[in-house]
């Protein structure tokens, strides 16, 4: 997977300054899971592998979630009620 939105140059910045500078990935850092308004309420939420790369690549954002993910988490899910059964 790639992420294409710049962060920084590494040969002309250090590491930690493209880290802890770069608005981007402050915004990134920023995000706490009550800001995902979709992911609050799933009953798949203990079976993702939430991805906000995935997010961002899929959706040119992180809040709203890649629709591939929810549906591996429902297919987990459903796995896992059947295996149960
Ligand atoms: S399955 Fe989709 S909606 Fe549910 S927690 Fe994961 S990303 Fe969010």
């Given at each position: 997977m790639e992420l294409t939105q710049p962060l920084g140059n590494a040969l002309n910045q250090p590491i930690k300054e493209i880290w802890g500078k770069t608005p981007f990935l402050k915004d990134l850092r920023s995000?706490?899971?009550?800001?995902?308004m979709f992911c609050?309420?799933?009953?798949?939420k203990n079976y993702c592998v939430f991805c906000y790369a995935n997010n961002f690549i899929w959706n040119?954002?992180?809040?709203?979630?890649y629709p591939y993910q929810c549906k591996i988490a429902q297919i987990k899910y459903s796995l896992d009620k059947k295996s149960n059964d």
């Open positions: 995000l706490k899971k009550k800001d995902l609050k309420i799933c009953k798949y040119k954002g992180y809040k709203k979630p």
